[in-house]
C-alpha cells in the first residue's frame, strides 16, 4: 500500500508542479479539488495519505484518467485497476508472504509454460482428419 501511497503523493506533486505552478498554486489546487489548502499540503508532505476515494476525486474533479493517479511512473500510462488492487495487496503482505507468493507465481507461471508447450505438441503431432 505504501508503494501506491508514494505514487499517489509523487503524481500530485507533478500535477501542482505542472497546472498550478508558483505562489498560491496549493491554494488553487485546494479550490479545484474542494479541499482546505492544510489538507492539500499534508499529502503533498505525506503526512496524509491519499486514499482510493480522494484520488479517484482528485482524477475526476482534474479531469484525468481513472486510476493515472497510482501510475507505476511519472510519466507512464496510469495503471489499470487491477494492478493498482494487485499492489495494494501485495504491499500489505508480510515480507515472508511476499517471497512465498512470488514463488507460488513463478511455479505457476512454469507449469502454465510446460501445459502449452505439451499442447502444441499435441496439435503438431495430431493426424490429418483427426
Not at 479545484?32 to 508532505?45: E, K
Amino acid at each position: 500500500m505504501e508503494h501506491v501511497r508514494r505514487i499517489r503523493r509523487d503524481r500530485l506533486k507533478r500535477i501542482l508542479d505542472e497546472q498550478f505552478p508558483g505562489r498560491g498554486g496549493q491554494a488553487s489546487l485546494a479550490h479545484v479539488l474542494n479541499r482546505q489548502t492544510g489538507y492539500i499540503s499534508r499529502c503533498l508532505s505525506g503526512e496524509k495519505p491519499i486514499g482510493e476515494i480522494f484520488a479517484r476525486h482528485i482524477e475526476q474533479s482534474l479531469h484525468l484518467p481513472t486510476y493515472w493517479l497510482d501510475g507505476e511512473r511519472a510519466d507512464g500510462p496510469p495503471v489499470e485497476a487491477h494492478h493498482a488492487t494487485l499492489l495494494e495487496r501485495f504491499d500489505a503482505l508480510t515480507p515472508g508472504q511476499k517471497v512465498e507468493f512470488l514463488e507460488l507465481l513463478e511455479y505457476v507461471h512454469r507449469r502454465n509454460d510446460e501445459i502449452f508447450r505439451h499442447l502444441q505438441q499435441k496439435v503438431v503431432a495430431a493426424p490429418e482428419g483427426a
